[in-house]
């Protein structure tokens, strides 16, 4: 994972690949010149830290605290699959982060989410609900020609939430009610 930080929003600047340590961090940051009357630092990434990097903060690379989560979160982006990691560019959308402890509770917590591959659109989203059976509704294969397949899918995503990411999309998993039948253990339904 690789954090850039420069003066101008499309300057080359410093990059620092995690994980590293502190000091190495305050070392490259201090070769960035200090910007002129308060004047602001722009903060990109790449890999996960692409979705995530306008949240960090400067103390974020400069602080103990802050590399180690920063350690940590590259130390997992490392093991993720190719699902995981579309699952937590997603899920970084959908919570909206706003903070570094935020990014990490998401990446750690990827089970409450759904990742289903290639659907770009409301309209592919409305389709793959339909044939899965998950549109609220059995259409009868006779009707569905004449479906507005986007409309199922807007639908969905206005009340789901989620988000579209260019592997497909992603959103909170669901979890039925717990039913238990006499003394039989309860189950629980998950979408």
């Known amino acids: 994972m690789v954090i850039k930080v420069s003066k101008e929003r499309y300057g080359d600047g410093i990059s620092i690949t995690f994980p590293t340590t502190a000091a190495q961090a305050q070392k490259k940051l201090a070769g960035l010149e200090q910007p002129a009357g308060g004047s602001p630092v722009f903060i990109r990434g790449s890999g996960l830290a692409e979705h995530f990097a306008e949240c960090l903060k400067l103390a974020d690379l400069t602080a103990d605290a802050g590399i180690q989560k920063l350690n940590h979160l590259a130390g997992v982006e490392d093991q993720m699959s190719f699902q ?13 982060v706003e903070s570094l402890d935020d990014v990490l509770r998401v990446a750690s917590s990827l089970d409450r989410y759904e990742f289903i591959e290639d659907i770009p659109s409301d309209e592919e989203l409305g389709r793959w609900l339909v044939e ?33 990411i260019p592997q497909g999309y992603v959103t909170r998993r669901e979890t039925g009610q717990v039913q238990a039948a006499g003394d ?3 189950f629980v339904l998950t979408l």
Request: one cysteine or more; proline letters at 6%; a negative charge.
């Open 132 to 164: 899965q059976g998950l549109a609220g509704v059995d259409f009868p294969d006779a009707v569905r020609p004449y479906l507005d397949y986007a409309r199922v899918g807007a639908e969905y995503h206005s009340v789901h939430g989620g988000a579209y």
């Open 84 to 96: 995981q990691y579309a699952t937590c560019v997603g899920a970084l959308y959908v919570e909206q």
């Open 184 to 186: 039989q253990p309860g």
